[in-house]
Every structure is written in C-alpha cells, then in structure tokens.
C-alpha cells in the first residue's frame, strides 16, 4: 500500500478538495438511499398490515357455515361410568344413561404348559370353534404363527405365569362379545366347554332412556344422536343424566368479538402512519373502509356491532347478540350464513378477505412486488453511480497528482534560477 502526501508542492489540501468534491456528486446517491430506506420502512407497514388482515381472515373462517355454531357443552353426572363427545351432527337434549356392562374380549389360558418356545417338540390337535388345527413337531412360536395367520377369529400369544413350569398358550377372541369354544389335545390342553373360559367375552351394554344398545366396542356411536359415547366402567344403580346443550352463542359472540379486535387494529396502525406518511395511510384505508362498510351493515348491528364514525373503530354489544339469540337464533343464523336465497354477511366477508390475501393478485403480493421492483431498479442504479463516482475519484486524484507534480518542477526551477542570480550577483 503505497503512502501518499497531499499539496507538499503547491500546498494546498487536495485530498480535502478531493472528498468536499466527491460529497457534492454523491448527493444522487445519498438521495436514492434515503429512498430505497423508505421503501423499505413501507415495505415493513404493508407486512404488518397484512398481519392483521390474515389475523381477521383466521376470525372470520371461524365463522363461515352453520357447522362452526355447532358445539355443544357437555354436562355429565355419570363421568365415572362413560363420556360423551358431540360433533356437529349433535342436537341439544338429556338423556339418561346406565352401563350395564363393557366390551371384553374372550381369553383363555392353556392347562398345560412347554418348557421353552423355540424346541419343535409340539404335536396335538386344537379345535378352535369350528375349526380344527392339527400341528407336528412345531415350537410354541410356530404355533403362535399358524394360529394368527390362520383366520381362526383368534389373537395367540405366549405367557409366562412365573410358576417356574414353564409357557402357556394364551388365546384371546379377536372380537369382544364373541364365543369360541375351544378343545385341545397333545401338547396343548384346552377344554373350555368343561372348564370354562378363563375370561367370558362379553358384549358393551348401555341403556339410553330405557333403550338397550348393544356393541362389540366400548365406543358407541348409535347411542345418542350425533354423539359418541364411551363406555368406562360397569355399575350404578340408578341411571346417571348427561345434557348436551348448544354453544352457538358463544361461538358467535367469540368470533364477533375477535373480528372487531381485529379490525380496530387495522384501524389503529393506519391512523399511527397517517401522523408520518398520510399517503401510505390512504393506500391501505381503501381496505379498511371496504371492510368496515361490511362490519357495519344492518346484519351485524342488529347483532351488536356499532361504528364509531369519529375514531373510525367498531365496538361489539355481547348482550344485544344474547337479546338477539334468544329472541331469534334461527334468524342470527340466517343473518350470518344465508339460506337458500341470501349468501349470508359472513360470506361477503370471507370473499372479500380472501381476495386480499390472494397469494398472485391480493393487496400485499401487489404492493410487495411493485416496491420490491423499486427497490430492485434503486439498487442497480446505485451500484451503477458508485462505479461512476470511483472511476471520478481516481480522475480527480491524477488530476491533482500531475498539477502537483507540474509546480513541483516550476518550484524547482524558479530554485534554481534564484541559486544562478544570487551567485552571478555575488561574483560581478
């Protein structure tokens, strides 16, 4: 790196001169930062107002059909003895319920037992329902295999009782409430005919409201309407009383709720960047106003949204939806998702959003790619000007260095000829 000293000749600070010149001509850059940082600040507002928009989007498809109103609340006295899960199928009522018994599945235990599992030394026979399997010189594992593949209605394991005497053959119905009788000789010893089933399989009982329903499950579906129950333990002398009452207002004041939390966001953020870029406040107040003249029709107010015209906000009235609900929750219903000759407010405003949340043609996708292309066009021209600019520095810096240069010589010979006079002086 070489070391250079300014004006040694001429005396003047032309590495000063230099920069104040080069300040001066930058000034087009400076400018097209200062833009493309702008850009890039409105860049950030369009983001967070997309935000909010998705924030509302997400509250309104939590309200766009009739199937999102129904949920229902579960009141249970019986919670020990079964549960009950409503869907959307569900309708409101009470119902008495007693579990007369559970599902089990048929299990039975061999009399006799093997020393190990892997020694082919098994031969008998087995008679399994209807069936009959004869096997020779197999292990217990093979036998475990050909019974699971054999399509006998039957589940084979082995079992280790800890007596010491060895492994049992363990054969557990594949289906609760399901008999199968079960005869072994040979190697494996089974009669359940005369010793029973160690454990009977049993089918699930319940009783609905004086109705006996049967399953070989102790998850019921056919029970009560819409509603799954499931079965947890036998016993109760009495029945025990399960309501299912609707949650539709709840949903809907929720949801009503969020949207106006959200909306009054919306509105925040542009009356915030109206104080410092009224512009770009009304670039995104075309969507508030659209959305706002679709929050504030004659539906939603009768449900309890009203306008504050001055704060340009919306506020939500919980009790005049309840007053409203409980006058007419079949009119709340069509007000909100429509009927066979009416799409409903809620759809209105589910298309609207979902036209400015559209990944190729909504609000911010539009905005982001015009100002990213700005952006893009800022950058090339300021990559360009720097260039210029360098290539002007190194023209400025010669062009000082060779009139440095050119008085450094004048200095020398105006020396020279003084040194010439003063000695031609001193001798004549």
Request: net charge negative.
């Amino acid at each position: 790196m070489s070391i250079t000293f300014s004006g040694l000749a001429t005396g003047l600070d032309t590495a000063s001169l230099i920069d104040a010149i080069m300040e001066v001509e930058r000034t087009p850059v400076t400018t097209m930062e200062n833009t493309k940082t702008y850009l890039e600040t409105k860049l950030e507002t369009f983001t967070e107002f997309n935000s909010l928009l998705e924030r509302l989007y997400t509250a309104v498809t939590g309200l766009n059909s009739r199937n999102d109103c129904k949920v229902y609340t579960v009141t249970n006295s019986g919670s020990e003895y079964f549960s009950l899960a409503t869907t959307s199928l569900s309708s409101a009522g009470s119902y008495a319920v007693k579990v007369v018994s559970l599902a089990q599945q048929q299990k039975d235990v061999s009399t006799s037992t093997v020393a190990d599992t892997t020694t082919a030394t098994l031969s008998g026979t087995l008679l399994l329902g209807d069936q009959t399997l004869t096997y020779e010189n197999i292990s217990l594992g093979d036998l475990v295999d050909q019974i699971n593949g054999g399509g006998y209605g039957l589940v084979a394991s082995m079992i280790d009782d800890g007596t010491g005497s060895g492994y049992r053959l363990l054969l557990s119905a594949e289906q609760a409430g399901t008999t199968i009788e079960i005869f072994g000789t040979g190697s494996i010893e089974m009669d359940t005919a005369t010793n029973g089933h160690t454990v009977a399989g049993t089918k699930a009982h319940v009783n609905v409201d004086g109705i006996d329903y049967y399953g070989t499950s102790n998850t019921m579906t056919n029970a009560i309407k819409g509603a799954t129950l499931t079965l947890l333990a036998a016993g109760g002398d009495t029945a025990k009383h399960v309501s299912v009452a609707s949650d539709a207002e709840n949903i809907i004041s929720t949801k009503l709720e969020e949207m106006v939390t959200a909306f009054n966001d919306i509105a925040t953020l542009i009356t915030t960047i109206r104080t410092s870029d009224p512009t770009l406040a009304n670039t995104m107040q075309a969507v508030q106003r659209t959305l706002r003249n679709a929050l504030t029709t004659a539906g939603f107010i009768a449900l309890g949204v009203t306008s504050d015209w001055q704060s340009g906000k919306l506020s939500f009235s919980a009790s005049t939806l309840s007053t409203v609900f409980a006058d007419d929750a079949e009119g709340v219903l069509t007000t909100l998702f429509g009927n066979d000759t009416s799409s409903g407010t809620m759809k209105r405003l589910d298309d609207y959003l979902t036209e400015q949340l559209n990944n190729t043609t909504g609000f911010f996708v539009t905005k982001k790619t015009l100002v990213n292309k700005k952006i893009s066009d800022l950058d090339n021209r300021i990559e360009s000007m720097e260039t210029r600019l360098e290539k002007r520095r190194a023209t400025l810096e010669a062009q000082y260095a060779a009139m440095e240069a050119l008085v450094s010589s004048l200095n020398s010979q105006s020396d020279y000829l003084t040194s010439f006079f003063n000695s031609y002086n001193k001798s004549s």
